[in-house]
């Protein structure tokens, strides 16, 4: 039986609503890292609309293209290939980060399997972690977040490759999410030198690094045999047309990909000089600036206090308890087109001084 919590997400500005009593519409929502200056794509052609969706080619082929990797399988966001991980899987345990997204452990122990974890906030501490566990034989599967959301940790991929080549030897499948690897394509697996592994799965995200989470699509590569079996339990039709639309336009549009790379980096550095005089005075610790977002470390008290002096004025962050005495404190980035929160900020700093 499972007994896990159900994980709770960034983005839930109908809870935010209801508990500060602030319009939806009315929030700017930092907490959930998606990119804050969205793809402007095209009309949408009302075939997208009308005919059933099966896959179009030219979306396998873009994908291909932009993410350089040859075993390509679109489907509606890689949330919908973590809940079928557990299903796919040989049988074992699954190594998970301490800190990071909590859906895989969770959908691995509602199908009753069994995680363990491994330290998360620092690359060292998380290879000495599985290195460790490797060696003593009690690692099954491995989950790497990659980068790690919240923490930032980013294993090398010649690291990964040895992991992945010492659990092939057991049939241990190394499950790789890319989710956030947008901003720095180059450090990707897929980039490896020889490929990947047939026993790696690699999953991608479109709706981060392209700002439109809502529009339900995401790419998974792994081996045939494990393609096929993912792809037969998600049906014919299982992506959208105007998700194949939007994707297909967006894959292949490298002079905007570039360009949001660099914003990225600009917008990640302006929302960092305007949040870390109000997390200093709070006692905040920059554990990264990742991107698409920061995480910082706090006292729980210090990051609830925090957390609410944002939402109090319509701002939601994300707050990530960690154990009995720290939390993190997650901010995605703020569009230098943004005026509405150093306004906020100077009035709060002002009254901790």
């Known amino acids: 039986m499972n007994d896990s919590p159900v994980p709770i997400h960034g983005g839930n500005i109908g809870q935010a609503s209801a508990e500060f009593g602030i319009a ?8 959930t890292g998606i990119n804050a200056r969205p793809y402007p794509f095209s009309p949408v052609h009302p075939h997208a609309f009308q005919r059933l969706p099966n896959i179009d080619p ?25 809940q079928l991980l557990p299903e796919i899987l040989p049988p074992g345990n699954l190594w ?57 940790v ?4 010649g690291t990964i490759l ?34 990947v592994p047939d026993n790696v799965i690699v999953l991608r995200s479109f709706g981060k690094f392209f700002g439109l989470a809502g529009v339900r699509i995401g790419f998974v590569s792994a081996s045939s045999s494990f393609s096929s079996a993912i792809s037969s339990m ?63 470390i706090l006292g729980i008290d210090q990051g609830r206090q925090l957390y609410r002096c944002f939402a109090k004025e319509g701002v939601l962050i994300r707050l990530i308890p960690y154990d009995k005495g720290r939390c993190l404190i997650r901010i995605g980035n703020i569009s230098q087109q943004t005026d509405v929160l150093p306004s906020i900020l100077c009035e709060h700093i002002a009254s901790f001084a």
């Open 24 to 31: 939806p519409d009315q929030w700017l929502d930092l907490s």
């Open 58 to 82: 030219a979306l396998v082929q873009a994908a291909k293209t932009y993410y350089q990797a040859e075993n390509i399988l679109p489907v509606a966001g890689s949330q919908s290939v973590i």
């Open 96 to 152: 998970v980060p301490r800190l990071g997204y909590q859906e895989y452990a969770y959908q691995w122990r509602k199908k009753g399997r069994s995680t363990h974890v491994y330290s998360s906030l620092s690359e060292r501490e998380s290879i000495s972690d599985i290195d460790q566990a490797l060696e003593q034989g009690l690692v099954d599967h491995l989950l790497l977040i990659n980068p790690n959301n919240p923490t930032g």
């Open 154 to 157: 980013q294993i090398p991929s």
């Open 162 to 195: 040895k992991w992945a080549k010492q659990l092939h030897r057991t049939d241990g499948i190394v499950v790789i999410d890319e989710a956030f690897m947008d901003a720095r394509p180059e450090n990707s697996v897929f980039l490896c030198e020889g490929g």
């Open 234 to 296: 998600v049906g014919p039709w299982s992506v959208n047309g105007v998700a194949q639309h939007i994707a297909i336009e967006a894959l292949l549009n490298t002079s905007w990909q570039q360009e949001a790379r660099a914003l990225i980096v600009s917008d990640n550095n302006h929302t960092y000089g305007l949040v870390q005089p109000l997390l200093v005075l709070h006692h905040g610790e920059l554990l990264t600036k990742q991107g698409l977002f920061s995480s910082w």
